[in-house]
């Protein structure tokens, strides 16, 4: 098992539209890849777990990379793994959109979110970087 963990910023133009008509595709692709992951979408920032096969992973994030809808595209982290962090999804998705919430709503919002998906049950530095990065994400836009 493979992961990784990317970042990045959406184009301007890059409607919600966009995003779920994106997230349908990926699902889609996912489930019969046998991908899994969670994709957070805030302020126009992705941040993306992806696990899978490495391979396929790898395949991809090189698609994922040469899509022109974003940019910034870094990535955070990669690690081999025994078990999957996000086994039922095919793709997470939470999406803030621009809602102007109080940083220590979202979190609690975002603690729920992972606490249904057992995340927190498969702890190592990847689950760590990933949560870290979320948090960031979302107070650094409610600053």
Request: a negative charge; one cysteine or more; charged letters at 30%.
């Amino acid at each position: 098992m493979f992961s990784l963990i990317y970042r990045s910023v959406a184009k301007e133009g890059f409607l919600e539209t966009d995003i779920y008509k994106m997230l349908s595709d990926a699902r889609d692709f996912n489930a019969e890849h046998h991908i899994t992951g969670c994709l957070l979408y805030h302020d126009r920032k992705f941040l993306q777990l992806l696990e899978g096969e490495k391979s396929l992973i790898i395949r991809l994030f090189n698609t994922i990379e040469s899509d022109n809808r974003h940019h910034k595209i870094a990535v955070l982290k990669t690690e081999d793994r025994l078990e999957r962090i996000f086994d039922r999804w095919s793709m997470a998705f939470y999406d803030y959109g621009n809602l102007q919430l109080s940083a220590q709503h979202k979190l609690r919002q975002i603690d729920q979110f992972f606490e249904a998906s057992r995340a927190f049950e498969k702890s190592s530095k990847l689950t760590g970087n990933y949560f870290g990065e979320v948090r960031e994400m979302l107070l650094d836009s409610a600053l």
